[in-house]
């Protein structure tokens, strides 16, 4: 009776056995063949992203690239009336020297223009040369010229700039801050678009000079005539391009291509 009851449990435990082998390989072919919906849609998502571009490892490469420098009349060929080289033009020469027939720049730069301004040429003006990296500068009319625009406007319009150009992943941006003006008054007005841009380079991770810190820290620590570099009370005279020029190749050097 002993035995054949054990021969009984034998015989269950090797059904049991193959029945769950039959389980476990049902298990196994199926489980890699299918994602849950939502991981699905998250790596579909993953897919979509473009892989960031690079500016200062294609230029270590020595791949042919494109700068367009966008801005106001400090950035525009029109910013001397003496017909001086303006800061773009010194660093174009810059990068010829030092990068020959590698770097191309082109100068966007428009006088009278706010970032609304901006806003409605990007296409035109900045995405028809397929630059690698874009180089804009504003803050000066939208805090003090004749239009006045609300920094809640500037800063979002600024993000839209900045959406727009960098959507295709081939585009980096950097932002220059403007320069401080001769009237306290007038840099006091200034604080809060500086502090947009400041906000906006770190939530998009873009690159970020901030030459009105730069410059007024200069003009305070090393006792630097402000009057000798400016035209007039908001824009650069031939010296205080020259000035700009050095601040920018600086950062380059030791920031941008550094990244």
Not at 138 to 150: E, M, S, Y
Request: hydrophobic share 45%.
């Amino acid at each position: 009776m002993l035995k054949k009851l054990i021969y009984i449990l034998c015989i269950a435990l090797i059904f049991i056995v193959i029945a769950g082998e039959r389980n476990l390989k049902t298990i196994e072919i199926a489980e890699p063949t299918a994602l849950l919906p939502e991981t699905e849609e998250i790596q579909i998502a993953a897919a979509e992203v473009p892989v960031p571009a690079n500016f200062s490892k294609k230029l270590a490469a020595g791949e042919s690239l494109t700068i367009v420098f966008l801005g106001d009349y400090v950035t525009s060929p029109e910013s001397l009336p003496d017909g001086n080289p303006n800061h773009v033009n010194l660093l174009d020469k810059w990068f010829a020297d030092k990068y020959p027939g590698q770097v191309k720049l082109v100068n966007a730069g428009m006088n009278a223009n706010t970032i609304s301004h901006i806003k409605d040429r990007i296409a035109s003006d900045v995405l028809s040369h397929s630059p690698d990296l874009v180089v804009i500068s504003a803050g000066l009319n939208d805090a003090l010229g004749g239009w006045k625009i609300p920094v809640e406007e500037y800063a979002k319009n600024y993000q839209l700039i900045v959406e727009e150009i960098t959507a295709s992943g081939e585009t980096e941006v950097l932002i220059r801050t403007p320069n401080p003006t001769t009237s306290v008054d007038q840099n006091i007005k200034m604080l809060a678009y500086m502090q947009a841009s400041r906000e906006l380079a770190a939530q998009e991770e873009l690159h970020f000079f901030d030459f009105y810190q730069v410059m007024a820290d200069d003009i305070h620590a090393k006792n630097i005539s402000q009057s000798k570099l400016m035209q007039n009370s908001m824009h650069p005279n031939t010296m205080g391009q020259a000035y700009l020029f050095d601040k920018f190749k600086v950062y380059f050097t030791t920031e941008l291509f550094k990244q």
